[in-house]
């Protein structure tokens, strides 16, 4: 098929891959523009740029499909093109009715949740934070609204209760990308069928990510407090402070430890244990303090002594 695919973080580069080994045409890749990051606010690229470079394959990063000169562009750029089908996986931008129309077989996108369950922004990091133990990966013909178009197939995964956003990321990925392969093939020899969301399980969101929300609340329970934290990692990564200084948190783990103390003090400063709002503990074991590098807790308490009571945040 001749295929137009619109994707931006790493997790779509491996449906990207997968459609091109596959030996479809990837006549042009859609991607966002590129974007300031970290301290020297450096221009980043994609992930799926930086695929398609490596590809040889045409890249446009319109600011808008809706609207504006950019949204007319890329829209006559589309119908030069003329693709069988446009695929979308985690692109970052809501698609006008022209642009879903235009292409043979419609637009697909490759969802990570087992929808209509957690349509939406984030539902590999909403999952996790709900306390879910499974989930999966959706491919459907998109439609004006958002996310609720027929599903072509659907495949559940597991969620280990240690899993983290970026573990669970890469297992989607992958099962996505073999979901879209087959799912080609069978919208080519014509036995793909298209159910309706309205026939199975309850619709439910995943908002986007807030930078606020990343600021660790220890006044809830210690079970949500590192399904948190867990769903946050690596990226975009939850955080407390520590006498003022801001603490990243990468990895924690549930503690044993009960305590009548305020939530957010520390109730054992060997283990890096923080009361929460049940009374139960939650034990911070990867950090990266400001200004310094990513390491264990172990290893950020060998040069800190942590004293118990100390309050955090």
């Given at each position: 098929?001749?295929?137009?695919?619109m994707?931006?973080?790493?997790?779509?580069?491996?449906s990207?891959?997968?459609?091109?080994?596959?030996?479809?045409?990837?006549?042009?890749?859609?991607?966002?523009?590129?974007k300031?990051?970290?301290?020297?606010?450096?221009?980043?690229?994609?992930?799926?740029?930086?695929?398609?470079?490596?590809?040889?394959?045409?890249?446009?990063?319109?600011?808008?499909?809706?609207?504006?000169?950019?949204?007319?562009?890329?829209?006559?750029?589309?119908?030069?093109?003329?693709?069988?089908?446009?695929?979308?996986?985690?692109?970052?931008?809501?698609?006008?009715?022209?642009?879903?129309?235009?292409?043979?077989?419609?637009?697909?996108?490759?969802?990570?949740?087992?929808?209509?369950?957690?349509?939406?922004?984030?539902?590999?990091?909403?999952?996790?934070?709900?306390?879910?133990?499974?989930?999966?990966?959706?491919?459907?013909?998109?439609?004006?609204?958002?996310?609720?178009?027929?599903?072509?197939?659907?495949?559940r995964?597991?969620?280990?209760?240690?899993?983290?956003?970026?573990?669970?990321?890469?297992?989607?990925?992958?099962?996505?990308?073999?979901?879209?392969?087959?799912?080609?093939?069978?919208l080519?020899?014509?036995?793909?069928?298209?159910?309706?969301?309205?026939?199975?399980?309850?619709?439910?969101?995943?908002?986007?990510?807030?930078?606020?929300?990343?600021?660790?609340?220890?006044?809830?329970p210690?079970?949500?407090?590192?399904?948190?934290?867990?769903?946050?990692?690596?990226?975009?990564?939850?955080?407390?402070?520590?006498?003022?200084?801001?603490?990243?948190?990468?990895?924690?783990?549930?503690?044993?430890?009960?305590?009548?103390?305020?939530?957010?003090?520390?109730?054992?400063?060997?283990?890096?244990?923080?009361?929460?709002?049940?009374?139960?503990?939650?034990?911070?074991?990867?950090?990266?303090?400001?200004?310094?590098?990513?390491?264990?807790a172990?290893?950020?308490?060998?040069?800190?002594?942590?004293?118990?009571?100390?309050?955090?945040g």
């Amino acid at each position: 098929m001749r295929v137009v695919f619109m994707g931006t973080p790493q997790f779509a580069v491996s449906s990207a891959d997968a459609l091109y080994k596959a030996g479809h045409e990837i006549c042009a890749v859609f991607t966002q523009p590129d974007k300031p990051k970290n301290r020297g606010k450096k221009l980043m690229t994609s992930p799926v740029k930086d695929w398609a470079a490596e590809h040889g394959i045409p890249v446009y990063q319109p600011s808008s499909l809706r609207r504006g000169e950019d949204a007319d562009k890329s829209f006559d750029i589309l119908s030069g093109i003329n693709p069988d089908v446009i695929v979308v996986v985690a692109y970052g931008q809501i698609l006008p009715e022209r642009v879903l129309d235009l292409p043979r077989y419609g637009c697909i996108n490759v969802h990570a949740s087992v929808l209509p369950a957690y349509r939406g922004a984030a539902p590999i990091q909403r999952v996790i934070q709900d306390g879910c133990t499974q989930t999966g990966v959706t491919t459907m013909k998109m439609d004006a609204g958002l996310d609720t178009g027929d599903y072509i197939m659907r495949s559940r995964v597991g969620i280990a209760d240690d899993m983290t956003g970026t573990e669970l990321a890469e297992v989607l990925s992958r099962e996505g990308a073999a979901l879209i392969v087959e799912t080609l093939v069978k919208l080519e020899n014509r036995t793909a069928q298209f159910w309706k969301q309205t026939y199975c399980e309850k619709a439910t969101y995943a908002e986007m990510i807030t930078k606020s929300e990343l600021h660790i609340d220890f006044s809830e329970p210690a079970k949500f407090v590192y399904d948190t934290i867990r769903a946050m990692a690596d990226e975009p990564c939850c955080y407390t402070f520590l006498d003022g200084k801001r603490i990243k948190v990468f990895r924690a783990r549930l503690s044993g430890l009960v305590s009548k103390q305020p939530a957010g003090t520390v109730a054992d400063g060997k283990l890096f244990a923080i009361v929460c709002g049940d009374g139960c503990c939650v034990e911070l074991t990867e950090i990266c303090p400001e200004g310094g590098k990513r390491m264990t807790a172990e290893a950020f308490l060998r040069g800190r002594k942590l004293e118990n009571g100390t309050v955090m945040g």
